[in-house]
Structure formats: C-alpha cells, structure tokens
C-alpha cells in the first residue's frame, strides 16, 4: 500500500490536471524543466557553470543548487534546490499557491519540502517513484518573496518537470486542525489555528464505516467569524472519530485540514488485578480485571531454570522486534523516555534515539552523544566475565560508512567500569566486546556520538555459567485486547522452569497536542510451574498431586516460606490453582 504523508492545505494527485475555477490567476513565476533535452534520469548531464546552456542563462533571475539535466526534467540532488526570482506576492493577504509535478528518485520516495521565503513552508512525504502533481497554498508573502523547492531525507534526489508560482482571491490556506485535549469518549472540543482574512470555518466530523466511506455527525458545518473551536457532543463512546475542517474568505474555501483522529483523553490506568493462572500439561491460561479504559493488556513472562550443566546463556538478548516504524532511510525520533514499549525486557534507559523497524538508533544532536544502557543486570558470576554481542551499522539515509562506538560497563548508577571501542565498517556486521569486571548490579551501555547514526540491529549480553546456577530470561510477550490470555508451551525444558507473569494495562492518550501512549503499573507477579506429568492415568481424578509454595522472590519450596506465600496447588485430574498465604512464624 503506497502512503502519502500529506499536511494541511496539501493536494496530491497522481496525474492529471489540476481542477480550476472562475477566478482570476495570475501567475508570478513558472519555469517548464520538460525543455531539457540533454541527459537522463539514469545518466543526468551538470549545467554549464555560466553562460549558453547554464542554468541562470535558461532561467533567468532563478537560483539553484545541485541540479543536472535528466532529459525533459530536472534533477535536484541530495542538499540541492531550486529557488524562483524574487516577487511581490504580497497581494492577496500573501496567500501563494505552488504547483509542480515530482517524481522522487529513491524506492522509498523522500520527502519534498517547499518553503515561501522564511515565512512558511510546507513538506509533503512521498513514499513511491510515481509522478505526482503536487499544489500547496501558502502564507506569509511579501513585496520581495520566493518560493524554494527541495528534496529532503532523499538520496538520490528528486525530478521536477515543471514549477508555477500564482495568487487569486480563491487561493485560501488551510487551517491546522489540532489535537483535541478534551476529549471524554462523547464528547470533545474541535480546535484549529486561525487564517489570517478567514471570515469562517467549515466543520466536518465523521467515524468511518467498514466499507471506508464516512459517516457524518457533522457535515460542512458553518462556523462564522474568527472563532476556532467547537464543542461536538451527543458521540458514541463506542465509535471512533475524526475531523477536519476549511476556512473560507467569502470569495474561496480552502482545502481541508489535516484530519485528526479524536483520542479519549486519558489521566491514569489502573494495574489489572486478581490475575490467576491455570494450567495443563503444557499451556496456561491467565486472566485478570482490568481497567475500563484500557485499550489493550501487554503480558510479560519470565522463566527461571537451574543449569544441570556449565552452559552458556544469553541472559539478555533483544533484537527489537517491538519497534514496527520508521525506516533505514527515515527514522522517527522517540521523544518518550519509556523504552519498555519497544523491548522484550523492562528497564532500558537512552537520550537521543530514534526508530527504524526492528533497529534502535543511536542519534547524536548538538554535541549530545546517543547512548543505550540495558537493565540493570547480575553480571558478577563466572568471575564477573561476560561478552557483549552487537550486530549494528553506522549510517543515514540508506548509506552506510565507517566509524566507532563505545561499548560500556556500567555500575547501576551510571559510573564506567570497563569500555571496549569497536570500529565498525560498511553494512550491518556482527561485533563481540568481552568483559571482565562485571557486577552483581550492573548495566552494559552502547554510546556513539559520530556524524551519522547508529542502527542496532541485535544485541546479546553472553555469560557462561556453571551447573546449579540459575538463569532467567524473558520467554514470552503478548499483547491482547482481551482480559485473558493463553499460551501453550513447545520445546522439552519448558517443564524445568518455573514462571513469572506479570499484565500492564496500556492506551493512547493526549498530551499537550500530541498522542502518547499511557500504562499502568505492571500487575502483582504471579508465579506458577507447568508439569508435563499432570493428568498422568492410574491416579484418580479429584485428588491433590502437588502443592508448591513460592516467596516473594519467586523461589519455590514444598513447605511454606516465612512471610508472604504463593501457594500452587496441583489436582490429579489437571486442575491447577494459585492462592495466597502467609506464614508468620
């Protein structure tokens, strides 16, 4: 499915001629790159630098940068642009409109960013190498203005074939639709920047049906005057809702906003509680209370076993599946300090990353170095030696180049103990750092403050343990909409271990203007065992097989522990049950 980021007063079309009306045009500056004969998009051919056949001798009083003949259009590289001459666009309020047709050079199209002086600008996201009539109406004109045309987060550019700056009085910008902070599932209040000369807005509100087409509650709905909100009631807390909406100057309308999708607007989720877990000979089956505005539950389970034999184990490994945006080319910026949305394990803390689906990234700003620390972790066995396995690039915009990162031990409160360089080259490759002082409360950090950014693909922290040690590792995670949750076991170990499971409950809410997500604490950890042997014939139905005791810190006893006891209880005919006790003593 191709996606188009489009941005308020945007229209994207495929092909074909844009939609006129009866309203006088005047056009400020046009410039049809299809007269460039010379060249190819495959082989484009540079411009003279000045002179017959230069650029300023085609197009006079217009300025450019990195721009070639790509025969019958123009190539604007990687940092390149081209600007028109210097105009009065400060009729009509200011308002311009800019039209050209683009097609973006990278499979992963690019983003292609117009900017009217340094007064407004506007971006529109291309993910595809289809032609497209791009139109913007912007503000801010002046009596000596320009409109610039350039590609962004695009390495190999973008094609232009044609560039046409004009004004009219039915050329009106766009509101900004903003995301509504009062919003209680049946009702919210609509907001949206002013216009500057608006003498009204239009108003939709719709949900979708499941064949796609809308549902209207509100229908160009007339707003008269300089007032940009409106308070939409009667909703059904079940359904989910947009809107978008138009302004208009008496002689035009503009196109629509930016659509906002309206989110319940949620302060706190309670943790689930009365989580039990039932089990069989090789599943479970958890379920729990939850919160009502919950939206979904995330399910985390951890398995401990003790080694029969030396074995070397990966007491952390991640490979950051969770992270399901952005791309190699275009990372999104996470500016959540929770990192636990997109590991399998809790507890990572960074400053200055990024996402790209399946990667972290590492991205230095300003003189701030991207680092990434780990859980804290027992690394103090096997005389505190332990490896770090990292597979990761240094890169940006699909290229890839050399450089170093520092993989760190940490104390548990940030100190270095031990720091191993690794110099990294070309794409992704497997790098192995090997510690010696490791700590029984310790993090292992990555840190990179280079002039690109690091992709890390997985990453492993690898200790070799001696028999009779016990190790824990995550062994599941879940999310389900549902309050309970099922899982059955494969593999011959799953018997040796016993479990933890703990529920968070999770939703979108609103912050300022922006969607976040928003969890409760996690639920009161559960502990429980599966034996392969329950249900075994020849022993009646009814009866209790075992019963195992389990202190808080999850070990497990055929007597009671001091203190606060989870007490599982196993029945001949395979039923299972977890209840609490505590023994004082």
Sequence with gaps: MKKLLLMAGVVLCAAGAFAQNDAEITVLAEADFTTLTQGSPEEPVAFPSYGTGSFSNLYPSWYSGSVKQAGGQLLIGDGGYVRTPSKDMSAHSGVVRVRARVRMM?????????????SS?????????DWHDVSVVMGGGS???????????SASGVLVQNMIVEQSDAFFMAPEAIQPNQADGTSFTAKWSSVKGATGYFLDVYSYNADGSKDYVINNEAIAGTVTSKQVIGLDASKKYYYVVRATNGTGVS??????????????????????????????????????????????????????????????SEDFSNITDGTLES???????????YTKAPGWEGAELGKAAGHMVLTPFSGEAGYL????LDLSRSEGRFTVDLRAAIGAFGRYYTGTADVRLLTADGDVVET???????????????FTGGLSQCRVSVLYNGDYKLFIDDMAVVQTLAAGQSVTSRILEATTEETTFSHTFTGEAFSEMTYALTVTAAAETVMGTDIVPIYSDASDVVSFTVDANVGIDGIAAGDILTRRYYNAAGIASSKPHEGL????????DGRRTISKAIIRK
């Design 106 to 118: 990278d499979d992963y199209g690019g983003i292609l960013r117009l900017s009217l002086g340094y």
């Design 121 to 129: 600008s506007q971006s529109v996201t291309i993910t595809d190498t």
């Design 143 to 153: 009596y000596s203005s320009y409109v610039r045309l350039e590609p962004s987060l």
């Design 255 to 316: 196109a629509d906003s930016n659509e906002i999708e309206v989110i319940k607007v949620i302060y706190y989720l309670g943790k689930p509680t009365d989580v039990s877990v039932t089990t069989t000979a090789d599943s479970f089956t958890a379920t729990w209370t939850g919160d009502p505005d919950a939206q979904s539950y995330i399910l985390n389970l951890d398995g401990t076993r003790v080694l029969k034999a030396e074995e070397t184990v990966a007491l952390l």
């Design 331 to 341: 990372i999104n910026f996470i500016i959540n300090s929770n990192l636990d949305p």
């Design 373 to 376: 620390n780990t859980p804290v």
């Design 420 to 434: 191993h360089t690794i110099d990294l080259s070309g794409d992704f490759t497997d790098y192995t750092a090997e």
């Design 565 to 572: 006891n989870i007490v599982e209880t196993v029945y001949t």
